[in-house]
Structure formats: structure tokens, C-alpha cells
């Protein structure tokens, strides 16, 4: 049981190229996340999934899009990557809040992306 | 939305000593989930613990959700506690499992 696992780990892009970042779970979870964090802060939430074929915004969806085609991938994209999206990314996953009593996040090991 | 709040912001301490983070909450919550985010940037889950007392070796946790606060507690730290320790809150509301993460608490252990 792997949990979530991401890819890659570190990535290095120029301005206005593209990248696709990958978060793989093992755990049938319902629902994935995509967060970034940024030196000094917390994670914020940037798109969301509630399962196979839906996605939503989170808090700072604004330069990505997400695809979950199957359940167990969720796909962060970025179309024309510029140096604000410079950040560390972290997938996490979770059993459905409204239906389970556990509303526990797991959390993948993170990507660190560097946009010069 | 929900606020959080954790204290201290920073915190050094010699090796051996113990030591207790706070979080504060604005609202009722489903969810809280203490986070240990080591220096290499690993983030590592400690504790789920909405309500009620939890203890996994050195550390324990308590969460008093009526008045909306969670203690981690440290003992006799060590080195390879420092990092930065966050607090995150929330549960189910606007048609998802929503957590919403404190600014942390900065650790530093020296020898």
C-alpha cells in the first residue's frame, strides 16, 4: 500500500512552457486535492475532486486545470507556467466527507517546481 | 470561512526539553489534523484527532472541540523534531472535505 504518490519530484521549467503534474492513490478515496505552498505559509488549496470525471476550484485555482479520468489519478496541468507558480505542490486524498465519519487528508511526499 | 490561529510562531529549544503548540479555531469542525514538515519538505501526517486525547510515542495531542482549541504536546524533543508543525481544520461544507491549514509553528531543536 503505497498511499498517494506523486511525479515527478522536482521539475524546472522556463516561462510559458507547459508541465503535467501526476498524484496516484492506492486507497479508493473518493475525493483528491491539489494544494501549493509557498516559503513561509501553510498548504491552500488550488482544484479539488468529489470523483472519476468531476473537478471544481479551490482557492487558488487561477493558471491551472486538473483532469481525474480515473479514479485513482488526479492531473495538475500548467498551460504557460510563470514564476508566481514557483512553489512546492502537494496531492492529498480523502474518503468522502459527507458520507464517511472520517474526513482525515492523506498527503503525497510533494513536487518542487521552480519556474525561471 | 474558518480562521486558525497557531502559537507560537517560532520556538527554540534545547535538546531534552518539553514543549506545548497551540491552535485556535474560529468555528465548529469535523476535521483537525496535526502536520510535521521536516526540513527536507516532507509533510508528515501525526495525529487526526477532531475531538479527544491521542498519544503516538513522544507526542500527544488533545483537541477541546466546544472550546474550539488543540494542544501538541513534544517531550523530551530531540534534534529531528524541528521543522515546522502545522495545524489544519475543517470538514465537510460547500460539496467537499475542505481543510484549511494555520501559518505553523517553526521548531527549532539544537544539541
Known amino acids: 500500500n503505497a498511499g498517494v504518490t506523486q511525479t515527478p519530484k522536482f521539475r524546472v521549467l522556463k516561462t510559458g512552457q507547459s508541465m503535467t503534474l501526476l498524484c496516484a492513490q492506492d486507497m479508493n478515496h473518493e475525493y483528491m486535492y491539489w494544494y501549493r505552498q509557498d516559503p513561509g505559509m501553510g498548504l491552500r488549496l488550488i482544484h479539488y475532486?468529489?470523483?472519476?470525471?468531476?473537478?471544481a476550484k479551490g482557492e487558488v485555482p487561477d493558471g491551472y486545470n486538473v483532469s481525474r479520468l480515473k479514479k485513482q489519478n488526479f492531473l495538475l496541468g500548467l498551460e504557460s507556467a510563470a514564476p508566481s507558480q514557483t512553489s512546492v505542490y502537494f496531492c492529498?486524498?480523502?474518503?468522502?466527507?459527507?458520507?464517511?465519519?472520517?474526513?482525515?487528508?492523506?498527503f503525497g511526499p510533494g513536487t518542487r517546481l521552480t519556474v525561471t | 470561512g474558518i480562521q486558525v490561529e497557531q502559537s507560537p510562531p517560532d520556538l527554540i529549544l534545547q535538546e531534552g526539553a518539553n514543549s506545548t503548540l497551540r491552535c485556535n479555531f474560529s468555528?465548529?469542525?469535523?476535521?483537525l489534523q496535526w502536520f510535521h514538515q521536516n526540513p527536507w519538505g516532507q509533510l508528515i501526517n501525526l495525529f487526526y484527532i477532531p475531538s479527544g486525547t491521542k498519544q503516538n510515542g513522544r507526542l500527544s495531542a488533545t483537541t477541546v472541540a466546544t472550546e474550539r482549541y488543540s494542544l501538541l504536546y513534544i517531550s523530551s524533543s530531540q534534534t529531528t523534531d524541528s521543522g515546522v508543525y502545522f495545524c489544519a481544520v475543517g470538514g465537510f461544507s460547500g460539496g467537499y472535505n475542505k481543510l484549511i491549514f494555520g501559518a505553523g509553528t517553526r521548531l527549532a531543536v539544537h544539541p
Open positions: 475532486s468529489v470523483g472519476e470525471g468531476t473537478t
Open positions: 468555528d465548529s469542525v469535523n476535521n
Open positions: 492529498a486524498s480523502s474518503y468522502s466527507g459527507h458520507l464517511e465519519t472520517n474526513y482525515e487528508q492523506y
